[in-house]
């Protein structure tokens, strides 16, 4: 007997969470299959932590529930801890015991004991690249090596779904490099994944399929083909400038209206269109730019991507 | 039971694995203590002049001497020498703290140096004849000063009687020494200026000195005083840090892990209480100890002692939770917890003893364990039993049970959600 429908290892329902009248999750629904790496990308304050902290039992929702491995959060919270593992946004760690106490110590709190939690321990420095510094104290790591850590702690208990709560903010390129190789790993062997991020390039290297999330709302849910048909044909066109550069709004205004401009926004020294097409446009957007003292320093042209997706459906970029 | 343990094991991992926990929690309430009692037991440093009382019920020779010697220029540095005619006036300006020591000097002391029978066979008997020095022991430094003035004047008397049998008043009738001298070059002279007179002879007096016991029940000592003040006073301090480790532990992201573990968040609390209590318990336990030998204070009965300690540590750290069960972070906890340490310090008599407190202050101290606590330790050091001490611990247990009780509620009340 073959069940071609897949599996969900998540359901979430409608969670909402007001702070008095200011929703922080707006009526979320998304489903996760069993091993899947699903990502929830959007920009700070969007509610990707506020939606985690619900579906790990640590917030109630103000409506809504979810079903993590079949099991009620809110009926029977206790199980469905035990099916996930978290690793939460900011590093949760004793400084002042080392890495390999800090491992012993959240495996206890996970019912393991003895022999078996000092092999799982090792194991998981092992997979983390920190063997080596096991016996020291977690206080003298770099900020890489405690995010590593981070994640290794929620790791212990062979969780059957990980959320990940931007575990790459903050750390040299190196860390992050290993933190996304290690997420791909652990998918391998079977391990679904929530993952939080506001950089559409983790979602996309990532992301089996996408949540992009909004002002505490759901936008648009899918397969990163899916997502960026929804911006049809658009390229991306993006002009640099110098950090120093004063761009004014009249001149994004008049960027705007050029023919074939669907959208504009900047982002630090950048000014990013979504266009029908690049080419035609580059000459009368270094026309616009020029006639408003900008100057531009390179131009680039891109194939449409999640980044362009929430261009287009918010009006805005992702780090606003 | 084991995840309670293993929450509260690991806080006590993390505050006794640096030396500085270990310094501020044990070393500083030794260093206070002896700090406190130097500073209220009239400056015991021992530089200062020290009075001390002798009474001279000898009026003989031996007499003479000890009050030359302690009136001599060459003390009067160090010395502030009061004569007293009856021991009871000496002994009460010991007890109200004028008096560092009173030195007795007996009735009929210098009479066996003269040898009434003139035999020189037999030997004479100063059985039940002795320099008595009763100590302050509230100055311990002072005492041992005087203590060894008087050891010195004893060798050098007897080594004078060492080298010849004979009596002080022949030496001096005969012109050979002068009390002056006596007193001074004592023993030494005396020893030069026999020697070639009546070479080696034997030994028929000795004197000596009793030192009498400090009585514990009547005897106030600052030093026993304070121990058990500061270690209160201290663990206070200890027990209000650890407890506000749960504030920080939610500021730093840890408790929401732990949260979020399968367990009862009840475990969690639990746990976290049960570290703070078992820090308190050690750093009590060592203190006990180290006092004990380092300051000399006795303690009293184990069996009492260490129930005791049990439940003061228990009712001392619930007032620790209970602030951290109210503050809304850790910055909060630290600044009601020190304020409701240093209030609770000051009506308990951690810093000044609560006797010359007005009643109704004295009653209103008993709503801390700290006077509870003080006042139980020095019972204990007087010599209170088990059954004596039944009543401060059911107090002191009844306090933490409703104090843990009220942390308990506030504690619901944070955590839901
Ligand atoms: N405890 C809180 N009280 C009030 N507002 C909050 C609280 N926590 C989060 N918020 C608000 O909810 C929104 C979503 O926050 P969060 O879930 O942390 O976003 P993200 O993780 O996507 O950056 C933000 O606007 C934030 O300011
Ligand atoms: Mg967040």
Redesign the pocket.
């Known amino acids: 007997m073959k069940d071609n429908k897949p599996q969900p290892i998540l359901e979430a329902e409608n969670l909402v969470?007001m702070?008095?009248k200011?929703p922080?999750?707006d009526q979320i629904s998304f489903a996760i299959n069993k091993g899947e790496i699903f990502s929830?990308l959007?920009?700070?304050?969007?509610?990707?932590?506020?939606?985690?902290?619900m579906l790990s039992t640590l917030l109630k929702p103000t409506d809504g529930t979810a079903r993590i491995a079949g099991v009620d959060i809110l009926t029977n919270s206790a199980g469905a801890r035990k099916a996930i593992g978290v690793v939460p946004?900011d590093i949760a760690l004793y400084n002042d015991l080392t890495g390999l106490e800090n491992l012993q110590f959240w495996g206890s709190m996970y019912n393991l004991g003895g022999k078996d939690l000092h092999i799982r321990a090792e194991e998981i420095l092992d997979r983390i690249g920190l063997s080596d510094k096991k016996n020291q104290r977690v206080r003298t790591y770099s900020g890489g090596m405690k995010r590593r850590l981070n994640i290794g702690a929620g790791l212990l208990h062979r969780p059957s779904i990980l959320f990940m709560?931007?575990p790459t903010v903050g750390i040299d390129p190196q860390s992050r490099r290993m933190i996304l190789d290690l997420v791909k790993e652990l998918n391998r062997d079977g391990m679904s994944v929530l993952y939080?991020t506001?950089y559409m390039e983790e979602a996309q290297e990532l992301s089996h399929r996408v949540g992009i999330?909004d002002h505490?709302k759901m936008i648009a849910i899918g397969t990163q083909d899916e997502l960026t048909a929804l911006v049809g044909e658009d390229e991306i066109l993006r002009l640099h400038t110098l950090d120093s550069q004063v761009i004014e709004q009249s001149c994004l205004d008049e960027l705007a209206a050029l023919s074939g401009v669907h959208s504009v926004s900047r982002i630090d020294g950048q000014i990013i269109l979504n266009v029908a097409n690049a080419e035609t446009s580059i000459a009368d957007a270094i026309a616009v730019a020029n006639t408003h003292q900008v100057k531009i320093t390179s131009v680039d042209i891109e194939e449409p991507n999640l980044e362009a997706v929430f261009l287009h459906l918010t009006g805005r970029a992702l780090r606003d | 039971m084991k995840k309670i343990l293993a929450i509260a094991w690991k806080d006590f991992r993390i505050t006794y694995r640096d030396l500085t926990a270990l310094l501020v929690n044990i070393a500083a309430p030794v260093a206070m203590t002896l700090v406190m009692s130097f500073a209220f037991g009239g400056s015991d440093t021992g530089f200062s002049q020290i009075p001390v009382g002798i009474i001279n019920l000898d009026g003989g020779m031996i007499g003479d001497i000890f009050i030359n010697t302690f009136e001599s220029e060459e003390l009067a540095a160090y010395l502030l020498p009061e004569q007293y005619t009856d021991i009871e006036t000496a002994l009460n300006a010991l007890e109200s703290d004028k008096l560092a020591a009173v030195i007795v000097i007996p009735d009929g002391m210098s009479d066996m140096l003269n040898d009434p029978s003139g035999d020189d066979s037999a030997p004479i008997s100063n059985d039940g004849l002795k320099i008595e020095l009763y100590p302050n022991i509230t100055r311990p430094v002072s005492v041992e000063i005087i203590e060894s003035i008087l050891d010195s004047i004893l060798i050098d008397l007897n080594a004078g009687f060492a080298a010849g049998s004979l009596g002080f008043s022949q030496l001096i009738q005969e012109g050979l020494v002068t009390t002056e001298e006596l007193s001074n070059g004592l023993g030494e002279a005396i020893g030069e200026k026999l020697e070639p007179i009546f070479g080696d002879g034997s030994s028929q007096v000795t004197l000596d000195a009793v030192y009498q016991e400090a009585d514990s029940d009547t005897g106030f000592s600052w030093l026993s005083y304070m121990a058990p003040s500061m270690a209160i006073l201290f663990l206070s301090f200890s027990m209000t840090n650890s407890a506000r480790s749960i504030l920080s532990e939610r500021e730093k992201g840890t408790l929401p892990r732990l949260l979020i573990s399968p367990n009862h968040p009840g475990v969690v609390l639990v746990g976290k209480m049960m570290g703070t209590y078992i820090i308190g318990l050690a750093q009590v336990f060592i203190f006990l100890v180290i006092s004990r030998f380092l300051l000399n204070v006795h303690w009293g009965g184990t069996v009492q002692v260490f129930v005791f300690t049990v439940v003061m540590v228990l009712s001392v750290a619930s007032w620790g939770i209970l602030v951290a069960s109210f503050a809304r972070n850790s910055g909060e906890a630290s600044a009601v917890g020190t304020a409701i340490t240093l209030v609770f310090a000051a009506l308990a008599g951690n810093f000044i003893p609560r006797g010359n407190f007005p009643e109704w202050l004295k009653t209103i101290g008993y709503i801390t364990p700290n006077a509870w606590g003080i006042e139980g330790y020095l019972n204990m050091i007087n010599g209170a039993t088990f059954s004596d001490m039944l009543l401060p611990m059911v107090v002191l247990l009844g306090m933490s049970i409703l104090v843990l009780m009220t942390a308990g509620y506030f504690f619901q009340r944070q955590y839901r959600n």
């Open positions: 969470r702070y008095g200011f922080a999750v929830l959007g920009p700070n304050g969007a509610g990707k932590t506020t939606t985690i902290s946004q709560d931007e939080t506001h999330i505490g």
